[in-house]
């Protein structure tokens, strides 16, 4: 087994709600193509970031892996186990290996309950302590995770906490079960940009202390390279570019991957020429012929508008899928 | 005594209603609370037997007959305070069992969807189409006169609010990440329902005010037609009814004073549904 997560040909499609008279005009049922046949592997202990804009489907493909949404097509396998084609109950077995930590941190935790008594649940949900050694676990995790007291922060409710302090919170209830992989979706896009060096430090640790393995989904490419160990580029549905983190940002070689670092706001100087790409991301229920990215690209050949680009190899571990780097 | 009241978590929860929502609420609750205290103390409010003649019959309100006597000379006011138990007991039985079918039914037809979904609906949707009224009629007129039967008729009318109101919530809530949250650590579907139903409670709380508001009026209506209790017995609707045909000859305070109180409780759920609703700005219909 080379990899912990291992998924093919994944696909995603959204049907699209049919008025009356589309139905007695019979037209074809429409489909959003949120994730259109994507390939990834993720090592044991690697953290993989998944970037791109908003709807190229990256959220989608996590929930995928994580077993929140049911692929359309494709396998994903988990410790060599094929999930989609486990029954829910045992899916369930295998959940306390996988966890997620979702990018708001104000809607990710039940206002009703203590935050000490979220963290403790999956403990005593999965019978693998009672409720005084959840307890004591509990206060151990909040205490690992920066926040101090534990035994009073136990005995909040989360709007008593800020937008960092509930992250945190769910960060120690996501790991407080040692998971063996995490897909951590845009954690640190709602906090404030003076506490997420510490949150992703935080992550970080407990990478390396548990050795886990990670999807890192983010559209900000400044902080992939904080965290993430291999970065993967996704445009409409499908990986345009994967490769080493430093690699994929200091020699970009997809075009959307060169505007996506042209972006980043940088402070001093740049080596890279910058890349405008205009427009927004076209429709998912209509993609465009050939190349998808065709519509926006600035190298733009005749080529592009009528063949989906290969995948090419240019390096040891990086690729791209570009007619740009094709000999043929 | 009023200190102790002010350092508890309601009255904390009361003061931090914005105006007008606060006097509605206020309102509403002293009104509803001095008439459920009422019934409790019937047999010490009420100076003489509501169900017997105790004085001339037809004569206007006075001191010792604070709302003067009915047609065969019955005590109006002791009528009125003993009254109040039997619209407090329907009204509360009937929305015990309207709660325990349109609430569950609610969360289990909100989470799952699919068929049950389709199916809970259609037969939620048929049974509001009816006039609510005419269906609490048809249904007591079934079960025979009784206040349990007019409480079982009453709570059909309200169990598809509840549904639909519930249903509403969970499909809303459903889809919070704390919810998804607690499907990845492996909850089972009971924890995650409970958990919803725990974010849904405020809701459940307004339509419950907002419907037994309702009932109220229904429950007059019913014993008003003989549905409910039957004569002597003291109940709000039954007097409405045989003050009836005396209110043309001037004899006003035996239909009158059972009818203000029928409008003065179901003003004090009213209000108390609508502070609420406000509060949490839930837009509900009943």
Redesign the interface.
């Known amino acids: 087994m080379k990899a912990l997560v291992i998924a093919k040909g994944l696909k995603k499609y959204f049907p699209v709600r049919r008025t009356i008279t589309d139905v007695m005009l019979m037209k074809g049922r429409l489909y959003v193509r949120a994730v259109d046949g994507v390939n990834l592997e993720i090592g044991f202990g690697e953290t993989l970031a998944l970037v791109g804009e908003s709807g190229s489907g990256k959220t989608t493909t996590g929930r995928m892996l994580?077993?929140?949404e049911k692929p359309t097509e494709g396998s994903i396998l988990f410790e060599g186990i094929e999930l989609t084609k486990l029954s829910k109950r045992a899916l369930?077995?295998i959940?306390?290996h996988?966890?997620?930590i979702?990018?708001?941190p104000y809607?990710?935790?039940?206002?009703?309950?203590k935050v000490g008594d979220q963290v403790a649940?999956?403990l005593i949900?999965?019978g693998l302590c009672n409720a005084d050694e959840a307890k004591e676990k509990v206060l151990e995790v909040l205490e690992r995770v920066g926040l101090t007291p534990p035994s009073e922060i136990y005995e909040r409710y989360p709007h008593q906490l800020s937008g960092g302090q509930r992250q945190r919170i769910?960060i120690a209830?996501a790991m407080i079960?040692r998971p063996k992989f995490v897909v951590a979706d845009e954690p640190v896009s709602m906090i404030d940009v003076s506490l997420r060096a510490s949150i992703l430090e935080l992550l970080k640790e407990f990478k390396r202390e548990y050795g886990l393995s990670m999807l890192f989904i983010t559209h900000d490419l400044a902080v992939a390279k904080l965290v993430a160990d291999r970065v993967t580029v996704m445009y409409l549905g499908k990986i345009v570019e994967e490769g080493a983190v430093g690699e994929v940002i200091h020699s970009p070689l997809h075009p959307y991957t060169k505007a996506l670092i042209s972006s980043v706001p940088t402070i001093g100087n740049r080596i890279l020429e910058k890349l405008k790409v205009v427009g927004e991301i076209p429709n998912p229920i209509n993609i465009p012929s050939g190349c998808r990215f065709h519509t926006r690209c600035p190298f733009v050949m005749n080529k592009c508008r009528s063949d989906e680009a290969p995948w090419i190899n240019v390096s040891k571990g990086h690729g791209v899928s570009c007619w740009l780097y094709s000999t043929k | 005594m009023m200190t102790l009241f002010l350092s508890t978590p309601i009255s904390a929860f009361i003061r931090s209603f914005p105006q007008p929502a606060k006097s509605m609420l206020i309102l509403g609750l002293v009104i509803v609370i001095s008439i459920v205290v009422m019934a409790i103390l019937a047999p010490y409010i009420a100076p003489h037997d509501p169900a017997s003649r105790v004085y001339i019959e037809l004569q206007p309100p006075s001191r010792n007959y604070l709302m003067g006597t009915n047609h065969v000379g019955m005590d109006v006011f002791s009528r009125v305070v003993w009254g109040s138990r039997v619209v407090l007991f329907v009204v509360a039985v009937s929305a015990a069992i309207s709660m325990a079918f349109g609430v569950p039914l609610g969360l289990i037809s909100g989470y799952y969807g699919g068929l049950v979904d389709r199916v809970l609906s259609i037969i939620m949707d048929s049974i509001y189409a009816f006039p609510s009224l005419i269906l609490a009629i048809a249904v007591a007129a079934v079960l025979g006169p009784s206040p349990l039967n007019a409480a079982i008729s009453i709570a059909v009318i309200y169990v598809p609010t509840y549904y639909r109101m519930v249903r509403g919530e969970t499909l809303k809530v459903k889809q919070?990440?704390?919810i998804?949250?607690?499907?990845?650590?492996?909850?089972?579907d009971a924890?995650i329902l409970k958990?919803i139903f725990?974010?849904i409670t405020q809701t459940v709380l307004v339509v419950f005010s907002l419907s037994v508001a309702d009932a109220i009026l229904t429950e007059a209506a019913l014993s008003f037609l003989g549905l409910s209790v039957t004569w002597p017995t003291p109940d709000w609707g039954l007097d409405l009814r045989s003050g009836q045909p005396h209110l043309l000859n001037g004899y006003w305070w035996i239909a009158m004073c059972p009818g203000l109180m029928i409008i003065a409780l179901s003003l004090g759920f009213a209000l108390i549904g609508e502070a609420l609703s406000d509060y949490f700005s839930i837009a509900a219909k009943v």
């Open positions: 994580i077993g929140l369930k077995k959940r306390p996988m966890q997620m979702f990018q708001d809607a990710s935790l039940d206002p009703r309950v649940q999956p949900i999965n769910v209830r079960m | 919070m990440p704390f998804e949250a607690l499907i990845v650590l492996g909850c089972s924890t958990s725990r974010n």
